[in-house]
C-alpha cells in the first residue's frame, strides 16, 4: 500500500508471533514502514500463539496481528461487537502449515499418499501451540479431509517452535504441526525429523492447500476509526 498522507502518529501495539512472520515484522520495524503509515510501533509483543494473541487484542493490549484465517474468524463469532478481530488483508495466500514426524517412528515414503501420511499418525501424540490454535484447527480439518476422527490422535498443547524441538527430542510428542514454512524445516533439521506433510503441496486436498492462512486483523473498534 502506498503510505498515508502526513499526519500525526498513532500508537500500534502490533503482535508478531515467534518464527516467520516475527522476522517479517522486524524488517518492518527496522524500516520504518510502519512509520510511512503514521503508526508508532515502539517494539513488537510476542505471543506464544494465535489462541494468546487475540486474547490480548481483544482486551485492548494488542492492535494488531497475522494470524491463521480460521482463527480469526471464530474469535471474531464468538467476541463482543467493537472488540472482536476483523480481516483487513492477508500476507500470505498459500498454505504454509506442515507436519514434522519425530525420529522415533517410521514414517511413510515422501511420495505417499496424502491419506496414507495422515493414517501413520493414528494412535500418535501430535504437538500444538495451543488447543484451539490455528495449528490446532488445521490438523483437524486434516483428519477429517483424511477421513479420520480428532480422538484417533492425542494433541497435546506445547507452544510455539522453540518448545517443539525440546518435546521431540524428549519424546513427549511423536510428531508437531508447523504453523510456517521455515519454522517447519528448522524444526526438523534440529530434531532429525521428517517433514511427513506440507500442506502446500500437490498432493494435498485442494481445501486444505488453497488456503489464505495468514490474515492481517485489527479490532474492529480501530478499523471503524479509519
Known amino acids: 500500500a502506498?503510505?498515508?498522507?502526513?499526519?500525526?502518529?498513532?500508537?500500534?501495539?502490533?503482535a508478531a508471533f515467534p518464527g516467520d512472520a516475527y522476522f517479517l515484522d522486524t524488517i518492518n520495524l527496522e524500516n520504518k514502514f510502519y512509520a510511512q503509515?503514521?503508526?508508532?510501533?515502539?517494539?513488537?509483543?510476542?505471543?506464544?500463539?494465535?489462541?494468546?494473541?487475540?486474547?490480548?487484542?481483544?482486551?485492548?493490549a494488542v492492535d494488531g496481528y497475522?494470524?491463521?484465517?480460521?482463527?480469526?474468524?471464530?474469535t471474531h463469532a464468538n467476541s463482543s461487537k467493537?472488540?472482536?478481530?476483523?480481516l483487513v488483508g492477508f500476507r500470505n495466500l498459500d498454505s504454509t502449515y506442515g507436519i514434522i514426524g519425530g525420529p522415533d517412528s517410521q514414517w511413510p515414503a515422501a511420495d505417499a499418499s496424502f491419506e496414507e501420511k495422515m493414517h501413520s499418525l493414528k494412535g500418535k501424540k501430535i504437538g500444538v501451540t495451543a488447543?484451539?490454535?490455528?495449528?490446532?484447527?488445521q490438523l483437524r480439518l486434516a483428519l477429517e479431509l483424511a477421513g479420520m476422527k480428532p480422538g484417533d490422535v492425542t494433541v497435546l498443547a506445547v507452544g510455539p517452535t522453540a518448545q517443539a524441538i525440546p518435546n521431540i527430542k524428549a519424546k513427549r510428542i511423536d510428531a508437531y504441526v508447523g504453523v510456517q514454512w521455515t519454522a517447519t524445516r528448522f524444526i526438523s533439521k534440529e530434531t532429525g525429523g521428517t517433514i511427513l506433510l506440507d500442506f502446500a503441496e500437490a498432493s494435498a486436498p485442494d481445501l486444505l492447500r488453497n488456503q489464505a492462512v495468514?490474515?492481517?486483523?485489527?479490532?474492529?473498534?480501530?478499523?471503524q476509526q479509519q
Not at 41 to 48: D, L, M, S, Y
Not at 216 to 223: C, G, L, N, Q, T
Open 214 to 223: 495468514v490474515a492481517i486483523a485489527v479490532r474492529e473498534e480501530m478499523a
Open 37 to 60: 503509515h503514521q503508526l508508532e510501533v515502539a517494539k513488537h509483543i510476542t505471543p506464544q500463539s494465535g489462541v494468546q494473541a487475540f486474547q490480548l487484542l481483544v482486551a485492548g
Open 2 to 14: 502506498a503510505p498515508a498522507a502526513s499526519g500525526a502518529m498513532h500508537k500500534f501495539n502490533a
Open 66 to 74: 497475522a494470524s491463521d484465517t480460521g482463527l480469526l474468524m471464530a
Open 82 to 86: 467493537g472488540k472482536r478481530p476483523v
Open 131 to 137: 488447543v484451539g490454535a490455528g495449528g490446532d484447527l
